[in-house]
């Protein structure tokens, strides 16, 4: 039995802890020792109408009341920089309490506070003690009011969890003990600003059945999909005391459990089992892993009676969905949709499974318009951008990681630091609520200044800590910041993207001189930005996938340079066989680059690409999230050797946006969805897709069939108090609030006819390529469909035939005129 959910602060319940000290073991102990259970045994008469308990510690907790559990939430109060705040949860617990003799124990574990941290490892990093603050208030029925709080006469002992972690794992002895240190307490201060909870808790928000067998001398459990949590296990033994060892990871290589990419996080749970026959279930706490895969050392299968994966995240309500006629695309979004989840977990993390787990602003300013349609994430977020501000230097500078563990002073990171003002803008423009802009508006200015003082005169940002395209899968697997867009390109873009939309941001707080200003600061900038990197046609300095992206969905190009970039842009895919190109900051922004130009086909043919790297390919290998490289498994099954390899990192999960906006056709035209465009996707090669997010303006839906004709239908639910534009081609239709069945004809094939097909032409015909690429390798074996294409990029403009003089260049005039009129033959 557990006491109700934590309230959030919308309920009316306590408003603090009234005279209540934290309190902490009367002795030295360390992150190694047995976690301590702090407990106060208090009398109450009968009568109880009411009684709230509030909640917090040094360490993470888990709360019981005569001997039931408190609330359902894990690892509370969760991870906030405890250096400045410290959140505090609230409970109902009336339903346990009982008259005469009553008992409240907390079982208070390291956690973010004094466990392991980034690495290298830091420990005790925010303090070496942990504590508990609680305050229980009881009403009786009479009126009265009783007070109990931790102080002084509570006390503490030692629990059965020998060691806890959350990178290691737990150590938990079952078997009886008889003696156990304990005794007095002793008050210590809390180093930060108590608030209380804004948004849901960390909780067991999935659990199911795994299936396991006997593997070794052991169990191989496969949870079926990569999850974060942990495993609990009903086990039937008999026989002298032994320990059960638990390993995880999230993949097998070699057959074995791919431990290497945890790095130096242990990953493992031990149980202390006593001896004698019993019936056991092994549930760790205070710990959780990112797995899919586990190894059980010390049972054989044949003891194990169930295994039940606990999977846990920051329970947020999910708003938004997709789905469409192609089950790999389906399988996309939800691994998407699970890598979210995973790395949800009491903050926006990159990785939730190796020796890292932090706060990295790259991935969810990258992130952050996928997350708003997916989730309500605005009490999450906000949260976490407290913790932003809270670490923001003297300077202005923004840390490459928040909650700031590593506390490297005068950071300034283009992409990552940009958090501080993408982030809230993207909640404002989910929202429409100006005072996130008034609550973030300093946090925003602040780091604009921090990158004013690193440009050069020339308005470059050449300087600084820069991670750039991060992790472009042509850098090397081992220096990941190696990519092939110049990274003052890629800073210097974000600089002029932050200061555009800080022109909307002051303009939204209604303060017209601000925003002419920084209107004339954004196009200078932007004129400066294509002083440096762009040509009069449209060309840029790098020229690779990312960069031309990020200038044409940053709107840094004049509309002339805007369409010679979209056109160059789709010949760089091409010239990659319609593979990826880019990393951390150029692929969010890849396929809405070519839509907007016009190159929706290139687009979608790059979302459906299934070989590497692309979207699709993890799929094919059985991947359940996002990976973190887009080869973190190679086509031989083995892990990458690079030194950083996740299997679940949201970031590139960015796509799901374009999937929604272009796909689905349903995108947000104004801040708060009170007007929404819906794009009929004519040039869609999927049969139906359906998508709907639970706005703050209501429940939007948009659902598209293909018809046998080549019409589409389409069915659009429109909220209270909204309106629709309707895009199809360039023609525009507004509808209001209610259900629309709507037909739109057909806008015709865009097939190409067979004679005259260019080197082009022939690329976007896959078929028509398929048999191009046949063709060529009959005399070039050794050549890869990518070497193939990157070859032709000389020839695009030439007829098909023309392609034969790559193979002409080393060889008999005579095979290149055979290899022509097999070409020739291609089309026909």
Known sequence: MNAGTARLPSDNGLSGFGGAVAVTPDVVDSWDDPAPIISHEFELPDGVVSARLAVTSLGVHRTTVNGLRVGDDELGPGWTDYRSRLLWHEYDVAPLLVPGRNRIDALIGNGWYRGRLGRPARRDLYGPDLALLARLVVTMADGARIDVGTGPDWTWQDSELLRNDLYDGVVIDHRPTLERRGGRVRTVPI????????????????????????????????????????????????????????????????????????????????????????????????????????????????????????????????????????????????NVRRSARGNFVSIPTDCPQRDERLGWTADIQVFAPTATYLFDVRAFLESWLDDVVAAQGPDGSVPVVVPDMYRRAGVATAGWGDAAVLVPWQLYCETGDVEILRRYEELARRWIARVDSAVDADGIWRDGHQYGDWLDPNAPSDRPAQAMTDPSLVATAYRVRVLGVFRQWVAALGRAEDAAATAARHREARDQFRDRFVTRRGFLTSETQAAYALAIVFDLLDDGQTAAAGARLSDLVRGTDFTVGTGFLGTPVLLEALSRTGHHDVAVRLLLGTRSPSWLHPVLQGATTIWERWDSLLPDGTVNPGEMTSFNHYAFGAVATWMHERLGGLRHRDPGWRTATVTVPHWSPLDHVRTAHDSVAGPWSVAWRRRPDGSIALDLTVPDGARAVIRDGERETVVGVGRHALLFESNGSSALPSAGVTVRGAMDDETLWDRVVAILRVERPEWSRRDIAQQAQPYLDLPLPDLARIVGLSIPTRTEDAVREALQGATM
């Open 191 to 334: 180093p930060a600003r108590l608030e209380r909870a804004p948004h849901p808790p960390v909780r067991v928000i999935d659990e199911r059945a795994a299936s396991w067998w006997p593997h070794g001398e052991g169990v191989r459990v496969d949870v079926g999909a990569n999850v974060v949590g942990w495993l609990r296990v009903e086990v039937e033994v008999d026989g002298p005391e032994r320990a059960v060892v638990v390993r995880h990871a999230e993949v097998l290589e070699h057959d074995e459990l791919a431990t290497r990419p945890l790095r130096d996080a242990a990953a493992t749970d031990v149980h202390l089992l006593p001896s004698g026959p019993h019936t056991l279930v092994l549930d760790p706490v205070h710990t959780f892993h990112g797995f899919r895969y586990a190894h059980i050392s010390g049972l054989t299968s044949d003891e194990v009676r169930s295994v039940t994966t606990c999977v846990v995240s920051s329970d947020l309500e999910a708003v938004g969905s997709w789905d469409s006629s192609d089950e790999l695309l389906n399988r996309l979004h939800e």
